[in-house]
């Protein structure tokens, strides 16, 4: 992976956070996930689409962070529970 550079320093970004969850984890298709890189020279944040720590539900096949249950079989499994 290419590192990222502070726009203003121009010195590389520090990782804080990979595969953070943003949005709101009832509307899925609004939630993305982002790595969270901060320059040690001014602390800026700056935000970048998660590039790794996807990966596929085998049982429903939506997109997820591998650090997180998939969020559509937790909703359909509290589903399940209700309708018993
Ligand atoms: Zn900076
Ligand atoms: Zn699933």
């Given at each position: 992976?290419?590192?990222?550079?502070?726009?203003?320093?121009?010195?590389?970004?520090?990782?804080?956070?990979?595969?953070?969850?943003?949005?709101?984890?009832?509307?899925?298709?609004?939630?993305?996930?982002?790595d969270?890189?901060?320059?040690?020279?001014?602390?800026?944040i700056?935000?970048?689409?998660?590039?790794?720590?996807?990966?596929t539900?085998?049982?429903c096949?939506?997109?997820?962070s591998?650090?997180?249950?998939?969020?559509?079989?937790?909703?359909?499994?509290?589903?399940d529970?209700?309708?018993?």
């Open positions: 992976m290419a590192e990222k550079m502070c726009p203003s320093c121009h010195v590389a970004l520090k990782l804080r956070e990979s595969g953070y969850p943003m949005g709101s984890s009832f509307l899925k298709a609004d939630r993305v996930h982002v969270i890189y901060e320059c040690p020279e001014c602390h800026g700056r935000l970048y689409a998660a590039e790794s720590d996807m990966v539900c085998p049982k096949g939506s997109l997820h591998a650090k997180e249950a998939c969020a559509v079989c937790a909703l359909n499994k509290a589903l529970e209700a309708n018993k």
